[in-house]
């Protein structure tokens, strides 16, 4: 449903229906975060940093080399850099017309 | 502490400008920087306001009361060991409603409080506009506006302050949604009668259903096992509210809370897309960012000269007419020999290290309060992992040029044991303003910029394989990078002034009594001709293995304690004025030279913090590592040279 990008590297994951990870999104439109994989430590930390299930959220940019990803978090304002391996955890859906 | 002064403490989420907040009631005394992080230990000030004296002390930011990394943890320290009078939480006010979350937290400790909304002309540019009165009713606490850059707003702070320590309102709980109250005020009829209670009962029971380590599950399950049973009942209960494990339930009951706040208290307007916005994605553009990476660093390494080298030139011929003045009119006696120590060491202050030092300062600064450092994290990430490490170190190197010592500080902001290690390894084999000083000064002042350029670069090469090197050694298990960009800010020229002043006063301070007790000390040493015996001992190093005038073993020693010393020590103890340095040693020599100085052992300074944050092991391993670089470096140098 959205134009999935190839990424070699890591496998694709069979997700359940209309969910990606962050890493297969185009960069500029906006998703809502549905899920958050990966360990505690991670879930906790990302949660304190503001990124909440239900938050909308838009890929800005990426690093070359598989670098880090440049998500923006559109309900708090704020801007992370993550790393590949953890963006890939953030599972996101279609955001709603209305919020968007 | 002093029981009289009642004690405040800022607490607040990384770069919302405590620190700034801070040094604009108490004086420049703390580090800030546009960069999460940049505070990794408390200051504390006592501030004198209306014939009162209150007791204030700066923390480094934390997102939430759950720490993640070594130094956020400082913060729960100082909240419940040290129980301060006032909490002052600050906020940036263009990121209002991802702020409130920790603010919520605080307010459940049910402390006298204060919130500040700080970056108000951020906010402001952003369209944000809020209403100061609708939000002090729903947190139930005073609210300040500031802008701590311009030192807008502290008058109106303190007097806050003060009313707020003489009412000793308690700050009252957020309250969540019905469901979860329920649960929380069971928990907290259940508390056993010995349970550490810390703040308040409801304080305690959250944070037991949140379970912030694993360890505290542990200990109460070994004390109590019905206890532990309900506990994780009323878990389970949370965690069906919303289908996510209880802590995600409890964090987004705030994080709701926090936007419901947000819409009632604030109107936002759709904001322009400014000049700034489009220079930000410039420079994180994934391909133009690097090419600006270079250019902002071959250009500082070019201002930095252009501007320290006339400078030098016209700064060192007082100094040297004094030195030749003296010599002719004195001629070999103690004291002409204990006056020319004197002259060359505070001469080669102002004359040598000034010229280039101030430049250097000024556009470190600049590049810190712009923001520029979290996006050279970003862009070299990828390149970090390739040598073992990850984005978040970028800003220490980066620091590192500056100066070692609060770059091996900074890595408390690094989560694994590992990562402080291999990087407060590499930080001495940065080019530090000492060092930059000798490069610019020697190589690129007698040889050419070329040449210094090229020792830079090669120097930056090094620490590349270095860190290959240790990835070897270190098994490598980098966790991802997760670091929040700050927005890009226009640079005020008062935090870049005060920058430099408090270096400045710092090098004043301590380093150039060094620098001139050195200078004497090595005047009278060779006085006494003691110089010849050290020159003895290292004799088989220095002129051995480096191929080097004898005579430069004693100025080793010295620059053990400041590399700058080495350098002016050089003049002395070859027994020549700057000009006619090269009619007395080789190019080779001088680069040998350099690079021997530069990489031989890091500094005491840096030593001794190395020994603080990361202890003797550490320590001898960085010791043995630079002493082994430095061989092989001069080795080659001498080698590659005698093939042309
Ligand atoms: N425009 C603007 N910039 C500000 C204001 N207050 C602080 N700054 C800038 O914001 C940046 C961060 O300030 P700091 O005081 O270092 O922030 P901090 O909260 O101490 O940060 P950590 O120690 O990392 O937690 C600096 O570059 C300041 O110059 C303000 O009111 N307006
Ligand atoms: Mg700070």
């Keep these: 449903m959205f134009g999935r990008k190839s990424h070699s590297h890591n496998a694709v994951r069979p997700y359940a229906e209309g969910l990606c990870s962050l890493l297969e999104v185009p960069e500029g439109q906006i998703f809502k975060i549905a899920e958050i994989r990966g360990g505690q430590g991670l879930h906790r930390r990302l949660l304190a940093l503001g990124f909440h299930p239900g938050d909308l959220i838009t890929l800005d940019n990426e690093a070359i080399m598989n670098g880090p990803v440049l998500v923006r978090n559109l309900t708090t304002g704020t801007r992370i850099a993550l790393g590949r391996g953890i963006a890939q955890k953030i599972m996101v859906e279609a955001a709603g017309s209305d919020e968007q | 502490?002093?029981?009289?002064?009642?004690?405040?403490?800022?607490?607040?989420?990384?770069?919302?400008?405590?620190?700034?907040?801070?040094?604009?009631?108490?004086?420049?005394?703390?580090?800030?920087?546009?960069?999460?992080?940049?505070?990794?230990?408390?200051?504390?000030?006592?501030?004198?306001?209306?014939?009162?004296?209150?007791?204030?002390?700066?923390?480094?930011?934390?997102?939430?009361?759950?720490?993640?990394?070594?130094?956020?943890?400082?913060?729960?320290?100082?909240?419940?060991?040290?129980?301060?009078?006032?909490?002052?939480?600050?906020?940036?006010?263009?990121?209002?409603?991802?702020?409130?979350?920790?603010?919520?937290?605080?307010?459940?400790?049910?402390?006298?409080?204060?919130?500040?909304?700080?970056?108000?002309?951020?906010?402001?540019?952003?369209?944000?506009?809020?209403?100061?009165?609708?939000?002090?009713?729903?947190?139930?606490?005073?609210?300040?506006?500031?802008?701590?850059?311009?030192?807008?707003?502290?008058?109106?702070?303190?007097?806050?302050?003060?009313?707020?320590?003489?009412?000793?309102?308690?700050?009252?709980?957020?309250?969540?949604?019905?469901?979860?109250?329920?649960?929380?005020?069971?928990?907290?009829?259940?508390?056993?009668?010995?349970?550490?209670?810390?703040?308040?009962?409801?304080?305690?029971?959250?944070?037991?259903?949140?379970?912030?380590?694993?360890?505290?599950?542990?200990?109460?399950?070994?004390?109590?096992?019905?206890?532990?049973?309900?506990?994780?009942?009323?878990?389970?209960?949370?965690?069906?509210?919303?289908?996510?494990?209880?802590?995600?339930?409890?964090?987004?009951?705030?994080?709701?809370?926090?936007?419901?706040?947000?819409?009632?208290?604030?109107?936002?307007?759709?904001?322009?897309?400014?000049?700034?916005?489009?220079?930000?994605?410039?420079?994180?553009?994934?391909?133009?960012?690097?090419?600006?990476?270079?250019?902002?660093?071959?250009?500082?390494?070019?201002?930095?000269?252009?501007?320290?080298?006339?400078?030098?030139?016209?700064?060192?011929?007082?100094?040297?007419?004094?030195?030749?003045?003296?010599?002719?009119?004195?001629?070999r006696s103690l004291l002409a020999e204990l006056l020319v120590g004197l002259v060359q060491g505070i001469g080669g202050g102002i004359a040598i290290v000034f010229p280039y030092f101030i430049p250097l300062l000024f556009l470190m600064g600049f590049l810190e309060d712009v923001g520029y450092l979290a996006r050279a994290s970003f862009l070299l990430d990828a390149f970090m992992h390739r040598l073992g490490l990850h984005g978040k170190s970028v800003p220490m190197f980066i620091l590192g040029f500056g100066c070692n010592v609060p770059a091996i500080m900074a890595t408390r902001i690094l989560e694994s044991r590992r990562d402080r290690i291999v990087t407060a390894l590499l930080i001495p084999f940065i080019p530090c303003a000492a060092r930059t000083t000798i490069i610019l000064a020697l190589v690129a002042f007698l040889l050419g910029p070329w040449w210094a350029l090229g020792f830079y670069f090669f120097n930056i090469f090094l620490i590349a394989i270095l860190a290959l090197i240790l990835k070897r050694w270190f098994k490598y298990d980098s966790p991802g990078l997760i670091l929040e960009i700050p927005s890009l800010k226009v640079p005020s020229l008062k935090s870049i002034w005060q920058k430099i002043y408090f270096n400045l006063k710092e090098f004043v301070r301590f380093a150039w009594p060094i620098l001139i007790a050195g200078s004497v000390l090595l005047s009278f040493l060779s006085y006494l001709q003691f110089d010849r015996l050290i020159n003895t001992i290292l004799s088989p190093l220095v002129s051995g293995l480096l191929g080097l005038p004898q005579s430069l073993g004693v100025t080793l020693i010295f620059g053990f304690l400041r590399k700058e010393l080495s350098l002016l020590m050089m003049f002395q103890a070859l027994g020549v004025g700057y000009g006619q340095l090269m009619t007395v040693i080789t190019k080779t020599q001088l680069l040998t030279f350099v690079a021997f100085v530069s990489f031989f052992i890091p500094c005491l300074s840096t030593l001794s913090i190395i020994w603080k944050e990361l202890g003797k092991k550490v320590t001898m391993m960085s010791v043995a590592l630079n002493l082994s670089v430095a061989v092989i470096v001069s080795w080659l140098i001498r080698l590659v040279s005698s093939l042309f």
Excluded at chain 2, 84 to 108: G, M, Q
Excluded at chain 2, 191 to 200: G, S, T
Excluded at chain 2, 282 to 310: C, E, H, T
């Design chain 2, 1 to 331: 502490m002093n029981n009289k002064s009642p004690v405040i403490v800022f607490i607040g989420q990384p770069n919302c400008g405590k620190s700034t907040l801070f040094n604009s009631i108490a004086g420049y005394k703390a580090q800030t920087s546009n960069f999460p992080g940049t505070t990794v230990t408390h200051v504390h000030s006592e501030v004198l306001w209306k014939g009162k004296v209150y007791s204030i002390v700066d923390l480094p930011g934390t997102y939430s009361l759950a720490p993640h990394e070594p130094q956020e943890k400082v913060v729960l320290t100082h909240i419940f060991k040290e129980k301060p009078d006032l909490i002052v939480n600050v906020i940036d006010a263009s990121l209002l409603s991802r702020s409130l979350e920790l603010t919520l937290e605080l307010l459940e400790l049910e402390y006298p409080m204060v919130v500040v909304l700080n970056m108000m002309d951020l906010a402001r540019k952003k369209g944000i506009t809020i209403n100061v009165e609708e939000l002090e009713k729903k947190l139930g606490v005073p609210v300040v506006k500031t802008v701590a850059s311009r030192g807008l707003g502290t008058d109106v702070l303190m007097e806050t302050i003060e009313n707020a320590l003489r009412c000793q309102t308690r700050s009252i709980a957020p309250c969540y949604s019905r469901e979860v109250e329920k649960r929380i005020k069971e928990l907290m009829d259940i508390l056993p009668e010995d349970f550490p209670i810390v703040a308040n009962k409801r304080f305690t029971a959250i944070k037991a259903i949140e379970g912030e380590t694993l360890a505290a599950d542990k200990f109460i399950s070994e004390h109590d096992l019905a206890f532990k049973q309900e506990l994780d009942r009323l878990r389970q209960e949370i965690s069906a509210l919303r289908d996510a494990p209880a802590y995600e339930v409890i964090s987004a009951e705030r994080h709701h809370l926090a936007l419901k706040i947000f819409e009632d208290c604030c109107r936002v307007a759709r904001p322009k897309v400014s000049a700034i916005d489009k220079l930000d994605n410039l420079i994180m553009d994934p391909v133009l960012g690097y090419f600006f990476l270079l250019v902002i660093f071959a250009g500082m390494f070019y201002l930095i000269f252009k501007v320290g080298s006339p400078l030098e030139t016209w700064l060192l011929k007082p100094w040297e007419s004094i030195r030749l003045s003296i010599e002719s009119h004195f001629g």
